[in-house]
């Protein structure tokens, strides 16, 4: 009796279309993170992604569950940037790229206006920052659930050491996906050219590139110090890195659900910058030898930066103010 009283509740329920529901609300929700970092303890990309993914399997368990794809398993940065507008993936970890979703972006390409990671604290904090860079961005099909770190890059290269900007002329030098850090190298005498951050060591390795410039820890976890000679110590520009969802995607999601991978991927700010500091430490040792170190005279770099600066201002609606507002935080 009592079984075929369960039968046609079954039935019942699946007449309705509820009980297909509720199988599904039992499975997790797959969330796959991309990053085009290389995987490994000097990996600031692979520490951050993999650290976000251990908080929130953890906090959501049984809820959601955050798949990490490296070395740009998932795309290329661009690539994943058109993806996750149609959330393909669901979530990655651009930096540079940023400006071409949201050219104001590009005022974190501005040559040395990020002097600190302290600095760069209380610029992820103002409210003024949120709204010119962020707010508009869901309207593009992407949403920033926290801003992390790519940190401050170094110029290498296999022709001579970098010590002004006119020692840069002629080097073929590979730059990410942007326009302002071309503009920046070509205003410096160098031949800049954007290519995949995965293509970068073989191209270093036959000669198609005579250099690179990126933070210690993406200098380390891909190798180039095995295939170049010279580390400037430039530290011409801090990128920030951000947690990106896409729009599409996050708009499917439960309120309760949203709210934990939005407080995560913020309170990991002080996690990503705190690891950026440590690892520049660890791995100075362990880059310059084998390539030789030198110190940069920052101050020409400086001065050969103004022109970018009255282009950013001009170019882009806000940017003479939002370089101000920066700058004010210091």
């Given at each position: 009796?009592?079984?075929?009283?369960?039968?046609?509740?079954?039935?019942?329920?699946?007449?309705?279309?509820?009980l297909p529901a509720v199988v599904q609300a039992q499975q997790p929700i797959t969330i796959r993170l991309g990053h085009v970092g290389f995987p490994g303890p000097a990996s600031i990309f692979a520490i951050?992604?993999?650290?976000?993914?251990?908080?929130?399997?953890?906090?959501?368990?049984?809820?959601?569950?955050v798949k990490v794809f490296h070395s740009s398993q998932l795309g290329t940065d661009e690539q994943m940037m058109r993806g996750i507008k149609v959330g393909a993936p669901e979530m990655f970890v651009p930096s540079t790229i940023m400006s071409t979703a949201?050219?104001?972006?590009?005022?974190?390409?501005?040559?040395?206006?990020?002097?600190?990671?302290?600095?760069?604290?209380?610029?992820?904090?103002?409210?003024?920052?949120?709204?010119?860079?962020?707010?508009?961005?869901?309207?593009?099909?992407?949403?920033?659930?926290?801003?992390?770190?790519?940190?401050?890059?170094?110029?290498?290269?296999?022709?001579?050491?970098?010590?002004?900007?006119?020692?840069?002329?002629?080097?073929?030098?590979?730059?990410?996906?942007?326009?302002?850090?071309?503009?920046?190298?070509?205003?410096?005498?160098?031949?800049?050219?954007?290519?995949?951050?995965?293509?970068?060591?073989?191209?270093?390795?036959?000669?198609?590139?005579?250099?690179?410039?990126?933070?210690?820890?993406?200098?380390?976890?891909?190798?180039?110090?095995?295939?170049?000679?010279?580390?400037?110590?430039?530290?011409?520009?801090?990128?920030?890195?951000?947690?990106?969802?896409?729009?599409?995607?996050?708009?499917?999601?439960?309120?309760?659900?949203?709210?934990?991978?939005?407080?995560?991927?913020?309170?990991?700010?002080?996690?990503?910058?705190?690891?950026?500091?440590?690892?520049?430490?660890?791995?100075?040792?362990?880059?310059?030898?084998?390539?030789?170190?030198?110190?940069?005279?920052?101050?020409?770099?400086?001065?050969?930066?103004?022109?970018?600066?009255?282009?950013?201002?001009?170019?882009?609606?806000?940017?003479?103010?939002?370089?101000?507002?920066?700058?004010?935080?210091?």
């Amino acid at each position: 009796m009592k079984r075929g009283i369960v039968l046609i509740l079954r039935g019942a329920l699946l007449s309705l279309g509820v009980l297909p529901a509720v199988v599904q609300a039992q499975q997790p929700i797959t969330i796959r993170l991309g990053h085009v970092g290389f995987p490994g303890p000097a990996s600031i990309f692979a520490i951050m992604a993999d650290e976000y993914a251990k908080r929130v399997n953890s906090s959501l368990k049984g809820k959601v569950e955050v798949k990490v794809f490296h070395s740009s398993q998932l795309g290329t940065d661009e690539q994943m940037m058109r993806g996750i507008k149609v959330g393909a993936p669901e979530m990655f970890v651009p930096s540079t790229i940023m400006s071409t979703a949201e050219q104001k972006f590009g005022v974190f390409e501005m040559p040395y206006i990020i002097v600190s990671r302290a600095h760069m604290k209380k610029v992820t904090e103002n409210k003024q920052i949120h709204k010119q860079l962020f707010d508009g961005l869901p309207a593009k099909g992407i949403r920033i659930l926290g801003v992390w770190e790519n940190g401050f890059r170094h110029i290498t290269n296999n022709a001579r050491p970098i010590v002004k900007p006119e020692d840069l002329k002629g080097i073929k030098l590979r730059v990410p996906g942007g326009v302002w850090r071309v503009k920046m190298f070509k205003a410096y005498g160098a031949n800049p050219s954007p290519m995949p951050f995965a293509e970068v060591y073989s191209a270093l390795q036959s000669g198609v590139m005579d250099g690179q410039e990126n933070p210690f820890p993406q200098i380390a976890s891909a190798k180039f110090h095995e295939v170049q000679k010279f580390l400037s110590l430039s530290g011409h520009v801090y990128t920030p890195a951000y947690l990106v969802v896409s729009e599409d995607f996050w708009k499917k999601l439960p309120k309760d659900i949203q709210s934990t991978l939005s407080k995560i991927g913020w309170e990991m700010g002080d996690f990503a910058r705190s690891e950026g500091e440590r690892l520049d430490k660890e791995l100075m040792g362990k880059l310059a030898p084998p390539m030789k170190a030198n110190e940069v005279d920052k101050e020409s770099f400086i001065k050969a930066s103004s022109a970018i600066y009255e282009e950013f201002g001009r170019e882009v609606p806000g940017g003479a103010d939002l370089v101000k507002l920066i700058q004010s935080l210091r």
